[in-house]
């Protein structure tokens, strides 16, 4: 006679079982942790390249609405090597949405890149200016190299003509030791008068 077999799993079928589950549990919890680890640093490369794109944006705008003086007499822009001064426009608080005229300056005051402006009326020059407001664009500047193009075809670093250069590049060095190299902004202001 034959012995019947117990319909069932033996110890050793379960254990083998248990150690290919117990296998899967670890290599599916590896893959979820770094996948978690790589969502957190795209996340965080993703907000800081927001952040730069968006200053981006903004000192190409300031730029490319720089226009030409009123006056004949007056430089379009004043410009130094790390300083830029000039007649804009811009989206500003309490202006409502249209851009308006503004007195901007860029320059990085302690390790912040500032706009410091305050709205332009060509009739204030004879009456009380509004007050000058200063505006963060970025924390962690080292410093800004500010370069102009001249019609001769070269870079010069000030700028205190009554035309307006060709081109405006602006580099933004940011601050720390390892801290990543931001390209150059080179922009083109406008050309004709308003």
Excluded: C
Aim: hydrophobic share 40%; charged share 20%.
């Amino acid at each position: 006679m034959r012995a019947r077999r117990s319909a069932g799993f033996t110890l050793l079928e379960i254990i083998v079982a248990l150690a290919v589950f117990g296998l899967l549990l670890v290599g599916l919890s590896q893959t979820v942790r770094f996948g978690l680890t790589a969502w957190r640093q795209d996340a965080k490369l993703s907000d800081g390249k927001t952040d730069l794109e968006a200053v981006d944006r903004s000192l190409r705008s300031i730029i490319e609405n720089f226009a030409p003086s009123e006056d004949e007499a007056r430089p379009s822009i004043t410009g130094t090597a790390n300083t830029l001064t000039g007649l804009t426009q811009l989206r500003v608080p309490d202006a409502g949405p249209m851009p308006v005229r503004i007195e901007a300056a860029l320059a990085v005051s302690g390790r912040r890149l500032v706009l410091r402006w305050r709205p332009y009326h060509h009739w204030d020059r004879f009456g009380v200016s509004p007050p000058v407001r200063e505006t963060d664009l970025m924390s962690g500047v080292g410093r800004i190299g500010i370069e102009y193009w001249q019609t001769s075809g070269t870079w010069t670093s000030s700028w205190h003509e009554p035309d307006l250069p060709l081109l405006i590049r602006l580099r933004v060095t940011l601050a720390g030791k390892n801290a990543p190299r931001w390209p150059d902004i080179v922009a083109a202001p406008l050309l004709s008068r308003p």
